[in-house]
């Protein structure tokens, strides 16, 4: 089975805000093959589909962003699953707004639901998709505000750009795509 997590905030206040990107693009994957999402006793609400034959379990940590890497861990332990079968999506100031990246490896990059779930796994070695979201000044409560605000109107029709295609690049993980294929097709 493969493993995609959308990281994201439950509770309404977070909705379709920077930081839920994540939660949003597994929802638009899960709207496209129908899925529903359900409670389970691992932190996170989960829908399993399948996909040209692929058992793929779609999930939605319920633990903030901050604990996100509890939610990880539970499902693999769980499933018998494994760091290889995994890809998160998260959002990503650092990245101009609507670009995607590929990434199988590297630091938290100050993504605390990154760090958490590199401290979970006990490995930074993990396929991500990162969304750019950009940036505001490096003030803090400024940082906080943005990734916490939600899209413009204008800004959405670039979000569900970056949906389609971040749709595409799940479906060519999941056909066995490696990641210079995901990166060569996919980044920037």
Do not use: C
């Not at 995994?86 to 990246?101: E, I, N, Q, T, Y």
């Amino acid at each position: 089975m493969k493993y995609i997590f959308g990281l994201g905030n439950i509770g309404k206040k977070y909705e379709n805000t920077r930081h839920n990107i994540g939660f949003m693009a597994i929802d638009a994957l899960a709207e496209k093959y129908h899925a529903t999402f359900s409670p389970s006793k691992q932190f996170a609400y989960t829908a399993k589909i399948n996909i040209d034959g692929v058992a793929v379990m779609l999930v939605k940590p319920t633990t903030y962003m901050n604990e996100s890497g509890q939610a990880v861990r539970a499902i693999l332990d769980y499933y018998n699953g494994n760091i290889e079968d995994v890809l998160v999506l998260v959002d990503d100031m650092d990245m101009p707004f609507g670009k995607l990246r590929f990434r199988d490896k590297g630091s938290a990059g100050g993504h605390n639901g990154l760090k958490s779930i590199m401290s979970h796994l006990g490995s930074p070695n993990f396929l991500r998709l990162k969304f750019g979201v950009g940036h505001p000044n490096h003030e803090k409560q400024a940082v906080i505000n943005y990734v916490l605000g939600q899209f413009s109107q204008q800004e959405q029709i670039t979000v569900n750009e970056m949906f389609d295609r971040s749709t595409s690049a799940m479906e060519s993980w999941l056909h066995g795509a490696n990641i210079e294929t995901l990166s060569n097709q996919f980044n920037g």
